[in-house]
Every structure is written in structure tokens, then in C-alpha cells.
Nanobody, 114 residues
Framework: VQLQASGGGLVQAGGSLRLSCAAS????????MIWHRQAPGALREMVAV???????NYADSVKGRFTISRDDASNSVYLQMNSLKPEDTAVYYC?????????WGQGTLVTVSS
């Protein structure tokens, strides 16, 4: 199982980015898909999760600004990030649980300038 995250980059505060996570197999077979992030010098934290049934959950810090979605047809999960803040600067990782094991992609860097 491989997960490939993309879509990171440099954006000004208030801007938007859309992260993508492509899976090497059908995400329909995953129990859930998740986005984490790790800022410099900080612990990794959960950003958003979407279950196989489509239920979503978000960290309080991104509620109302970020949206996680999944497209089973393209085996992809997305993270739409709006109203970005400098504190959103981090490496973003996508992950998924398959057959009881959690898999992670390599991460994509998001930098938000003030």
C-alpha cells in the first residue's frame, strides 16, 4: 500500500491550497483516511479524518477552514485548505488504515507567509 501526497507550496496568509493523496489501491477498502501535520519543532497532530462511511472530524484549529473529502473513483483523498494562517505552516501527511494497519505517505510541505 502506497500513499502519495501532493499539492503543498508557498501561499500568503488568507490564501488557499488543495492537498491531494493518491492511494495505490482502492480507498474504498480503507477503514479511514486521515491528514496529519507536523510543524517545525512541534509534535505531529491530527488535522482531519474521513471514515469509510464519509463521516468527518477536524481539529479545532482548522474547523470551518479545512475540508476533507474522498473520491473513491480516483482512489484519492483531498484536503481543501482555506483562509490559511502562518500557524498552518507544516509538513502535511496523509494516512490510511488498511487491514488493521496504518499507512503513511511521504508528506508535502505547506508554507504560509504573513
Amino acid at each position: 500500500v502506497q500513499l502519495q501526497a501532493s499539492g503543498g507550496g508557498l501561499v500568503q496568509a488568507g490564501g488557499s491550497l488543495r492537498l491531494s493523496c493518491a492511494a495505490s489501491r482502492s480507498i474504498f477498502s480503507f477503514n479511514g483516511m486521515i491528514w496529519h501535520r507536523q510543524a517545525p519543532g512541534a509534535l505531529r497532530e491530527m488535522v482531519a479524518v474521513v471514515s469509510s462511511g464519509g463521516k468527518t472530524n477536524y481539529a479545532d484549529s482548522v474547523k470551518g477552514r479545512f475540508t476533507i473529502s474522498r473520491d473513491d473513483a480516483s482512489n484519492s483523498v483531498y484536503l481543501q485548505m482555506n483562509s490559511l494562517k502562518p500557524e498552518d505552516t507544516a509538513v502535511y501527511y496523509c494516512g490510511g488504515t488498511y487491514n488493521g494497519r496504518l499507512y503513511w505517505g511521504q508528506g508535502t510541505l505547506v508554507t504560509v507567509s504573513s
